[in-house]
């Protein structure tokens, strides 16, 4: 009869669970190694342990208490240093990159999509078969192609094993057990585990006829010993700040008490937790003040998602594969860089106008080449070897090598003084690599891309919770609570849809053998025991316990409480909630003035623009002086491809290409004109877009070279039905003093035709109007400024027109003297109110000193000439609505006159 059989045959006393933590303690101080479920049970039983010692001791050796894993981790690793043991433990990523190998290599995993996944469900079922005794030769592995192929994995498994003289973590205790009598072990153990699985009472058993003296946590009585109350709210906000006050009111109650919060969707509402318990127990962080807070978050997250592991993942990213820009900026910005933070900004908004939406180490090369801010890093990525390097197969730990450099050239993460925390990461992010490491001897290989990938995979794989028990409010979920007391508790959603919860199963093994082995499955006896014993330690964990459960999710789904909690007593009083930080504050009156005037433009204060300052004070006041004055720009980029402005400078330029060689009008008649067009395009995408030598951007270019060249194909058949004309000049630059503003512009085009003269201004765009000209406050008045232009130079000014150079829509929209002097559409008695070109230019000269008087004495107005929400209002593609609250308007509510209907 083993000892586990003679323990339940002496029926060990029934007791509750903080008579058992007060047991664990005790065996603890007394010398005894205890064992737990997981870390944080150890360290809550070392930590109360050691407070009991320093009431009676001046110094006393280190209770040891570890989680049962560890323990065994820590014999085998003893046991191979003696020589008892020959097999060599694999690391975690070594067994998962042996299981992908084996089902890769089968016949049934050649075709898997996933087979990560299915190496990491693989090697969950393998620790579940050995921790429950479960044969994976059994005829019953057959039942299924899923369980028949998980069969034959761990044969090959097992024999891969053997050949390697490898172990796994899964294997250590069946290793041990006949080898313990020649290993040095403890004297007394006292076992502090919610259940056991065969192989650990197997394991205890054996332990105990190597002359441990084991001693077991007695049973759990079922039900609460404590004084229980149920609370429910409308929603999940109110359910949760409620606990936030309650908590709040308990420390407050009595210094020193711990306090558990216990939520059993922790991790599906891990913000809204945070922010409730930070607006009730620590609401000076809204006011800056760094003071400890009085609660801690018990919710593992994987490794890759703490701001310094994240850093380097993003930086290694950047040399394996080009990275979204905004990916990049957060990782350059980051303060764990031994970067300027100033020169970096300064960087970034520099390079950030013609990024790309993707952005590769070669950009970041060319960019810091260009540059002067940050010349330490770029000396550091000279030293570098070159990128085309990354793309080759090299072991692990090449590349591993090769991530150190790259993260000491960025001066990671030097750049600030690291916490307990951020410490602890990047302790845990270098075993990661060492473990990534370990596959080389696997004789893994590959190129830089896919060892990033994965380091990826395992940091997203590596749960991690730094070592911190000061805060005197903890909050976990239901498992992370395991070998914990307080002094009061708060249970909080406790819903029949989340207690009872169903445990997870594993698609690999037959039901039939996970229930002839004892597997808790739904509907066994084992998986109401479980349920039971979980229910029992919680209600038991300390002498207060509050329930609670919102009525309503956050998504209107109506909730019921658990059948578990519905025989506890309704609260006689509510929580009491006293108003947030923010609610305590009184109201303040507060004055509307209407202030929609500026300070007046100083003499000699140069503000330096050209038509675009006129274009946005005619269209809204405001936009102007915020951009202009308070320099509220709008960022620009990064851009998918090409930018607008882009494409737009392209075509000016292959134009302005075109006709330097072209001339005039006969020389639309040469017949190498298709070759001027596209010598032309190609030497004005080499001189406006960068080089870019990945495969999709070189293709993106080609297709863009074609689309530009059929586009002015087009345009210059349309030109070829003109009139004869000459073309002046190209790109011509102009300035213009009006109302007490320099303002200079660039015209597109003049031609001469005959001996009068017209200004063109190309636009790709379709939804450029003639009447967007019309005064007051023309909504584009760049073409009224340079008409304005040329008539101070004496031209002889006859027409001015948009080239709307667009596939399939080429044309123009121009307004002329004489309708014959360019093809365009016939203008309506509508537009320009029927007055003629020479009369109406005198109206413009008016017009635009009036505009650019108006910004020089301060009008700033909120005052978009068309409302938002109308068509061609400036306020739609505007970045200042947050700035002018332009949405605060009352609008009006008769339609607009739609624009530019009957401009063709």
Partial sequence: MSFWDIFYDNGGELTTYRECFEQAVAAAIAGATVLTANTRSARVVRAAAERQLLLSKPAWVTPDVLPYGAFVEQLYSESVVAGVMEAQPVRREQELQLWRQIIERSPSGREMLLPESAAALASESFRTAMEHNIPLDSPLMSVSSDTRAFSEWCAEFHRQLAARRWTCEAMFTRELAPRLSALRLPAQIF????????????????????????????????????????????????????????????????????????????????????????????????????????????????????????????????????????????????????????????????????????????????????????????????????????????????????????????????????????????????????????????????????????????????????????????????????????????????????????????????????????????????????ISRITSRLLQSAPRISLSMARRTDDEREQRWSPLFTSFEAASEPIEQPPLLAEQFAAVSLEAIWDSKAPVLSSGEVVRGGTSLLEKQSNCPFSAFATWRLLAKEAQGPNDALAPTERGKVVELALQLIWEELKDSEGLRRPDRAAVVEAAVDEAMARELPSDADEWSSRFRDLERQRTIGVLTEWLALESTRKPFHVLVHQQPVEVELGGLKLQGRIDRLDEIGDAHVVLDYKIGSSNRVSAWEVPRPRLPQIPFYALAMLQQKMNLAGVSFGIVRKGESCFRGYLRESELLPCARLTKRNFEGIAFD??????????????????????????????????????????????????????????????????
């Fill in 839 to 904: 009369e109406y230019t005198a109206l413009w000269a008016e017009e635009l000193k009036r505009i650019a008087a108006s910004f020089v004495q301060g009008e700033a107005a909120v005052d978009p000439k068309i409302p938002p929400g109308k068509n061609n209002s400036s306020c739609e593609h505007c970045h200042l609505t947050a700035l002018c609250r332009v949405g605060e308007l009352a609008s009006d509510d008769s339609d607009s006159e739609t624009e530019g209907e009957n401009d063709e």
């Fill in 191 to 530: 076992v502090f585990l919610p259940e056991t699985t065969p192989a650990q009472r197997h394991f205890l058993d054996a332990l105990a006829e190597a002359g441990v003296r084991i001693s077991i946590a007695p049973e759990l009585r079922c039900g609460s010993d404590s004084a229980s109350v149920r609370y429910e709210f409308d929603g999940v906000a109110d359910e949760l700040r409620a606990a936030a006050q309650w908590a709040r009111r308990e420390i407050e109650a009595a210094s020193g008490a711990r306090v558990g919060v216990i939520i059993f969707d922790l991790n599906r509402k891990l913000p809204q937790v945070e922010s409730a318990f930070r607006s009730v127990l620590h609401p000076e962080h809204l006011l800056g003040e760094e003071t400890p807070c009085p609660f801690e978050i018990a919710s593992p997250i994987a490794l890759a998602e703490y701001p310094v592991v994240r850093c380097a993942l993003q930086l290694l990213s950047l040399f394996a594969a080009p990275i979204d820009f905004h990916l990049f900026q957060s990782a350059l910005s980051s303060p764990y860089l031994a970067v300027s933070p100033e020169a970096a900004a300064r960087f970034l908004v520099r390079v950030k106008k013609s990024a790309r939406r993707l952005v590769s180490v070669e950009d970041l090369a060319r960019w810091l080449h260009e540059s002067n801010e940050l010349p330490g890093l770029r000396a550091a990525l000279e030293r570098l070897p070159k990128h085309a390097a990354f793309s080759s197969e090299q072991p692990v730990a090449y590349w591993a090598d090769l991530a150190r450099r790259i993260l000491e050239a960025f001066g990671w993460p030097s750049g600030v003084a690291l916490d307990s925390e951020e410490f602890q990461c990047t302790q845990s992010w270098r075993e990661l690599v060492a473990s990534v490491v370990s596959l080389e001897l696997l004789e893994w290989r590959a190129d830089f891309r896919g060892f990033v990938a994965r380091l990826e995979r395992a940091a997203a794989a590596q749960n991690f919770k730094p070592e911190t028990l000061n805060a005197p409010v903890q909050i976990m979920d239901a498992s992370e609570s395991e070998g914990s007391v307080f002094d009061a508790l708060w249970v909080g959603s406790c819903s029949d849809d989340l207690w009872p919860d169903s445990p997870k199963v594993s698609p690999l093994i037959p039901i039939a053998l996970l229930k002839e082995a004892g597997v808790p499955l739904v509907g066994t006896p084992q998986a109401d025991a479980r």
